[in-house]
């Protein structure tokens, strides 16, 4: 596609739901990233994947939390027993390979109720 | 780990100044990112720096590396109100695979 499509846009849930989140990249980019952004802080890196593998999984904060990228395009994120902690904005990067610019997506909004 | 830090936090100017937003490691880096995001967007891609001392322009922005490679700073001559928004550093260190984002400079300009 022509940009990062994140979807869906916002998400809303009950806490302790699991819940789904995907991102399709620029077709071509091999790197992805996940990064997500509380109100007035910077990106928080979550986890990099070089095609299907993920190369650095190190900021994702606990074992509630799991991205796979199976297919090295798509790439889901996954959070279970989900806290109102988890709210944030959710952004999905790609790049052709990792030493490029990222493009971001314009990110999915997840509430925790 | 792996931090950087970004001053200052917030800046207001008068349309037609200039303004700068400085970054700094502890850790020698790979690179720098420089990105802009307005309010209720996502970060755009600026700029990356990967030699040390680099110089890179566009229009009225000036980007520097530091020669350590530790520094960074983005320079925005004679703002316009469409420069609004807040503008992160981004950098991987030697060696690594994360790029760790700055807080942020939000800058404000008034007309």
């Known amino acids: 596609g022509a940009g990062v499509s994140q979807t869906p846009s916002n998400k809303v849930t009950e806490k302790g739901k699991y819940v789904e989140l995907r991102c399709d990249p620029i077709?071509?980019?091999?790197?992805l990233y996940w990064y997500r952004q509380s109100l007035g802080q910077g990106p928080e890196f979550l986890i990099y994947?070089?095609?299907?593998?993920?190369?650095?999984d190190s900021g994702l904060p606990n074992d509630r939390f799991f991205a796979v990228r199976p297919e090295g395009s798509v790439s889901t994120l996954k959070i279970q027993r989900t806290e109102r902690g988890d709210s944030a904005v959710y952004l999905c990067a790609s790049s052709f390979d990792r030493g490029q610019g990222y493009t971001f997506g314009s990110g999915t909004r997840l509430t925790v109720v | 780990g792996q931090q950087v830090m970004q001053i200052p936090q917030y800046q207001h100017v008068q349309e037609g100044e200039d303004f700068t937003t400085y970054c700094n490691s502890s850790?020698?880096?790979?690179?720098i990112q420089w990105y802009k995001q307005r309010p209720g967007g996502h970060p755009v891609f600026l700029i990356q720096?990967?030699?040390?001392?680099e110089v890179k322009k566009q229009k009225r922005l000036t980007f520097q590396f530091g020669e350590a490679k530790k520094n960074s700073s983005l320079h925005i001559t004679a703002t316009q109100t469409t420069d609004v928004g807040t503008y992160f550093c981004a950098a991987r260190a030697s060696g690594g695979f994360k790029t760790i984002f700055g807080a942020g400079t939000r800058l404000f300009v008034k007309a």
């Open positions: 077709s071509g980019h091999t790197a």
């Open positions: 720096l990967v030699k040390s001392g």
């Open positions: 850790t020698t880096l790979s690179n």
């Open positions: 994947f070089q095609g299907t593998g993920a190369a650095d």
